[in-house]
């Protein structure tokens, strides 16, 4: 330092500095408050550009359909093995997937199945349509009851007495070759509309 310069000051202006707008200059709130957004903007889509794939990640298979029951026809009975006094068939999948696993030979429920005089099968779901108890057949009678509430319900199916409001529920049949195959179908318990859940 020669003789004469004056000591610089830590809060001395630096001559060599390239000119900035003082803070109370026209535009520089703008700019700095612009680039402030600029950066949130910026660090917030960086942000949701990695998170989503992760989160997807973590809630997969959440949201796709979860499969509880065999959508396939069953290999159930042998024709032959039919008649006009009705058979109680268990229906068993092969196998039952989940969105997370698989399970073999599953048991799903049953079947009342027969065969009338003209060769026509048909198979009656054995869950009763009231509230859901298992359907008996009471042979000496030709008629299904159930034990729960005291439902009946005619060979065929229909309603006759009690508390249920519609019919014993019938599944989809197939007959290949002298196979039966049953496709098996939950219906919503109670009500006069047969409807699958
Ligand atoms: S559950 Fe069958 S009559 Fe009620």
């Known amino acids: ?54 989160v997807s990640m973590l ?6 359909r979860t499969v509880t029951e065999a959508a396939e026809p069953i290999d159930a009975v042998a024709l032959a093995a039919l008649g006009p006094e009705p058979v109680r068939v268990p229906l068993r999948a092969r196998a039952v997937r989940d969105a997370w ?29 009231h509230l859901g108890c298992a359907i008996a057949y009471a042979p000496a009678a030709r008629e ?5 509430h005291d439902s009946a319900f005619a060979v065929t199916g229909e309603r006759q007495r009690g508390p249920s409001e ?6 989809p049949v197939t007959v290949e070759g002298d196979r039966v195959k049953i496709t098996w179908v939950r219906f919503r318990a109670g009500g006069r509309d047969r409807e699958p859940v």
């Open 166 to 171: 519609r019919g014993l529920d019938p599944l």
């Open 59 to 64: 809630l997969h298979p959440v949201g796709r």
């Open 101 to 129: 696993s698989a399970t073999a030979d599953v048991p799903l429920g049953a079947a009342w199945v027969r065969r009338d005089e003209a060769g026509n099968v048909a198979a009656l779901s054995s869950v009763c349509p």
């Open 1 to 54: 330092m020669a003789d004469g310069d004056a000591p610089l000051s830590p809060d001395a202006p630096d001559a060599d500095a390239p000119d900035e707008p003082a803070p109370d200059a026209p535009g520089a709130p703008d700019r700095r408050r612009f680039l402030k957004v600029a950066t949130c903007a910026l660090g917030g889509g960086l942000g949701v550009g990695v998170a989503a794939p992760a």
């Open 144 to 148: 299904f009851r159930c034990p729960c």
